[in-house]
């Protein structure tokens, strides 16, 4: 089970100040959409400079332009790209594909997806290599971490294929979410806001291990 740290920030220094306390804990580090809107591919560069030994996550959430995006985003220095589960298959098609020339690795982020069991299944069929549970950040007031979601994902995968979970994950939601096994368990608020989030990173690391 791998730790990944979503960076929604907008400034880089901000993410890069986390990274530095947090890093030997981070199996996956996310340049959040915030951040990549903000900064650019530049913030992908930068953190994968700084952090060679950590895979870089870029969450660029596609919906179009799957090859050339994900390729300037990969050749920028990206080990990970994300799409939307709810994109046509041949934006997803191209993301993948461009992953392949250069042996990375494709997250499909099924937000707003409503037949999850069937878009799973598509989603497996086309390549990626991850499918992401995700509680929207705007619903997470309302929803608690997607459990169910989760175990919906995994009864569909045939393959290789890995499953993410994110949405208002901390320490206390950790020994449900650790209980069902998820390949990757994303944390952002978690450790963005934490006072101390150096501690809160071994904590979760210690549920994962």
């Known amino acids: 089970m791998k730790l990944q740290v979503a960076l929604d920030f907008f400034k880089l220094e901000d993410a890069i100040a986390l990274m530095c306390k947090i890093h030997p804990f981070v199996d996956i580090a996310e340049i959040g959409t915030p951040l990549v809107l903000s900064e650019g591919f530049r913030a992908v560069s ?50 993948v594909k461009a992953a392949r020339e250069r042996g990375k690795r494709v997250c499909a982020d099924t937000i707003g997806a409503t037949d999850l069991a069937k878009r799973t299944q598509e989603l497996e ?43 208002g994950i901390k320490p206390g939601t950790m020994p449900e979410i650790a209980a069902e096994k998820p390949d990757v368990v994303i944390v952002g608020s978690g450790l963005t806001k934490a006072k101390d989030p150096l501690s809160v990173a071994k904590l979760l690391k210690a549920f994962m291990n």
């Open 125 to 167: 069929a086309l390549g990626v290599d991850y499918i992401a549970v995700h509680t929207a950040h705007d619903m997470l007031n309302c929803i608690s971490a997607p459990i169910e979601a989760l175990k919906v994902i995994r009864s569909n995968i045939k393959g290789t294929c890995q499953t993410v979970i994110s949405g």
């Open 46 to 95: 930068v953190t994968k400079a700084m952090y060679p030994h950590i895979d870089i996550l870029a969450d660029m959430k596609l919906m179009d332009g799957g090859e050339p995006i994900a390729s300037h985003a990969f050749d920028a220095g990206a080990d990970i790209v994300t799409v939307l589960a709810l994109t046509n298959d041949s934006t997803v098609r191209g993301a």
